[in-house]
């Protein structure tokens, strides 16, 4: 297989996982990195032994087929936009944009061009949550009719040196943050979303930075840091959802599904690795099924969407999915404002599945 060959624009926090993975996946070639900030894309050239260039630069290489987009979401239009005139293919970061109709004008132009357009979340192909694909289409908790998904905490400033975007501007607060892992998680499970309710509120009009060259400042917050919604699902299944950034503490799982024949709990949509239980009279741990299930493999949708471009199929980590999925963020928050429950206006199919692992084969007896 010959690998694409990948350029990274972004060299923030995120990046280093990425650029940790790339080495792990055959359909990469790692080529170049960029970023507005001259030092940061020259650390991580220096680091992984690849070339440091300007986003313009690195957009005018002839070796770089794949974009990938890593860039705070504010700028997740501009630069996906200008990679796809650039003839590349485009990966992003969550949310693929700030808002629907950004996101519409990445995927016309990426189907207007030939190119294909991929986004993050990709932890739904890991190998727990396959698993949990794998238990749902094979019907051990019967039709889903609900469940939950819960992302609450505490905030970003905790952790984040620079965490601005997360309460500032298009595309802050928990929702368009966290939410595209717990939404993409269902919408693998269950299919697409049609209508939506939501509640919203702000506990804080400004947030204490925790951690580096900052820590001390205060940063405004303008945007809803917790929403209480419910998705329902083209099937029927009705999914509450909360999304905060102002709950110390609680004991909720990540998501929970249920069926009429059963339960499960499923875990951390933001990992790929995790523990699944069904319900039998208590819970039942099971065992994982499908690979890419014991460590953080961020940049896994992006091999595969590499690969389906080298072998002409679908990608699963798609423009479509991502583009539904904030259609869902968005409207949620729409309903928030309004009062009212909002009708979605995008639909996908749900991504392939993975093949499991092939089953052992035993050793022969010895004498």
């Known amino acids: ?24 996946f055959p359909q990469l070639a790692l080529r170049a ?78 189907a207007e061009r030939g190119l294909r357009l991929g986004c993050a979340p990709d932890t739904f192909l890991g190998g727990s949550h396959q698993t949990v694909r794998a238990l749902v289409d094979a019907g051990r908790i019967g039709r889903p009719v609900a469940g939950t998904a819960t992302l609450m905490l505490a905030g970003h400033e905790r952790w984040h040196p620079n ?3 997360y ?20 919408v693998n499970l269950l299919g697409p979303v049609v209508r939506v309710s939501a509640l919203a509120a702000r506990s804080h009009d400004r947030r204490t930075i925790a951690t580096g060259p900052r820590a001390g400042q205060s ?32 004991g909720h799982a990540p998501l929970e599904l249920y069926g009429t024949d ?3 709990r499923i875990p951390d949509p933001n990992r790929f ?8 009279g208590g819970w039942q741990p099971q065992p994982v099924t499908h690979s890419h299930g014991d460590a953080n493999y961020r940049g896994l949708g992006l091999a595969d969407m590499a690969e389906a471009i080298l072998q002409d199929r679908a990608h699963r980590s798609s423009g479509d999915l991502a583009l539904h999925v904030l259609d869902v963020i968005a409207s949620l928050l729409a309903s928030a404002e309004t009062g009212q429950a909002v009708a979605l206006t995008t639909r996908c199919a749900r991504p392939e599945a993975r093949a499991p692992l092939p089953i052992p084969t035993p050793a022969p007896e010895t004498a």
Not at 235 to 248: K, Y
């Open 262 to 264: 059963g339960s499960m």
């Open 167 to 186: 309460y500032q501007g298009p595309g802050a607060g928990p929702l368009f943050d966290m939410g595209p892992y717990y939404i993409t998680a269902m």
């Open 219 to 250: 940063v405004g917050v303008d945007a809803q840091t917790h929403v209480a919604g419910v998705m329902q699902f083209d099937s029927g299944a009705l999914v509450q959802i909360v999304s905060s950034f102002d709950v110390q503490a609680h």
């Open 273 to 280: 690795d995790g523990t699944v239980a069904l319900w039998d």
């Open 33 to 110: 990195v960029a970023d507005l900030r001259p030092e940061a894309a020259e650390a991580k050239a220096q680091a992984h032994g690849v070339d440091a260039l300007t986003p313009e630069a690195l957009l005018a290489r002839g070796d770089i087929d794949l974009v990938l987009n890593l860039t705070v979401p504010a700028a997740h239009l501009q630069v996906g936009l200008a990679a796809l005139q650039a003839g590349k293919h485009v990966y992003s970061e969550k949310p693929l944009a700030v808002s629907l109709a950004d996101g519409r004008r990445l995927a016309d132009m990426a």
């Open 163 to 165: 965490p601005d975007f």
């Open 1 to 24: 297989m010959t690998p694409l060959g990948l350029g990274i624009i972004g060299c923030g926090v995120i990046s280093d996982i990425y650029l940790k993975n790339a080495a792990l």
